[in-house]
DNA sequence: CTTCCACCTTACCGCTAGGTCAGTACCTTA
DNA sequence: TAAGGTACTGACCTAGCGGTAAGGTGGAAG
C-alpha cells in the first residue's frame, strides 16, 4: 500500500543505472536466474548429488532440462562434472569454488520467496497477526 | 576445474530438498527472477522513477513488457504505483517495504553477476593473475 | 530372453515470453 | 500546422524455452 521513500542504502550502482543491453551480465544472470538454473544450484548448495538425485530433488524437470542446465552451469565453471567409468555409470556432480559464492547469496534469496511465496502470491497477509 | 567438498554451510535447508512444483514460492521466484523483473527491482532499488526513466534505464526493454513487468511487480505488493492526475500524466514507481527486503537480496546477487560476467562468459580467467 | 536401471542424446513441437507497431489523450514547443 | 513528449493499451507475430517421447549402452535381476 503505502510505498516508503527510503534514503536507499545502495553499496553500489551500475554506471547510471543498470548494465547495458547485450553485456555480458546479462547473459550470467539469464543461466542462473533461469527456471531451472535456480533450483539446480540450491539443490547443490547442499553438496554432491547425482543425477538422479538431482532429477528427484528438482521436481517437476525433465530430462532434457535438467541436462540442459547442467551443462550450461558447468560451461560457466559453476558447476563440477565428475564421470566414473563404472557400470552402471556414476556422476556426480558439485559446485566449484565460484558456485558456492554465488549459492552464498542465491539461498537467502530462495529462502525470502519460500517465506513470503503463500502471502504474496494467495492474498494471505501476515498469517501471524 | 577442481571442485571442493565444502561441508555445506547451509542456513536453513527445503523439506528435503528444493520446494514441490505448482508450490506458491515457484511462481513468485519466476517473477523476480525473470529477465526483466531483476532489472526494474534493481533500478527501483535506488529510489523511486518514473516510467520514462525505468523505460531508460533498463536498457533494451520495451514499453510493452516494462508494463507486464511492473503490474506484476505490483499485485506481488512489492512495487508501489502513484499516479498524479496532471497534464501530461506523471507516474511515480517506488518499492514497497517488502520490495526493499527483496532488493536487498537482489543486489549484492547482482552485483555479483556483474563482477563475475566477464571472466565466466568470456573465458577471461582471472584478469589480474 | 526380456526388463529395468543409470545416464544421457536427439528429434519433434507447442506455448508463451517477449518484440514490433499502431493508436490514444492532452499539452508544449517550433 | 506539425511534431514531440508522457503514459499507456491492444493486435499481431516469432524465436526459443521447455515438454514429451524415443533411442542407446551395458550390466544385473527376473
Chains 1, 2 share one sequence.
Not at 37 to 43: A, N, W
Amino acid at each position: 500500500m503505502e510505498a516508503i521513500t527510503r534514503p536507499l542504502p545502495l553499496p553500489m550502482s551500475f554506471a547510471d543505472g543498470v548494465f547495458p543491453a547485450g553485456c555480458p551480465s546479462r547473459t550470467l544472470l539469464d543461466h542462473i536466474t533461469s527456471k531451472w538454473g535456480v533450483l539446480i544450484l540450491l539443490s547443490l548448495s547442499e553438496g554432491e548429488q547425482r543425477w538422479s538425485e538431482l532429477r528427484r530433488r528438482a521436481e517437476g524437470i525433465s530430462e532434457k532440462m535438467l541436462a540442459q542446465t547442467l551443462k550450461t552451469l558447468e560451461r560457466d565453471g559453476l558447476v563440477s562434472r565428475k564421470a566414473q567409468p563404472v557400470i552402471p555409470p556414476r556422476v556426480d556432480y558439485s559446485l566449484t569454488d565460484k558456485g558456492y559464492e554465488l549459492s552464498g547469496l542465491l539461498v537467502p534469496l530462495v529462502g525470502w520467496a519460500f517465506d513470503n511465496a503463500d502471502e504474496i502470491i494467495n492474498g494471505k497477509r501476515s498469517p501471524l497477526a
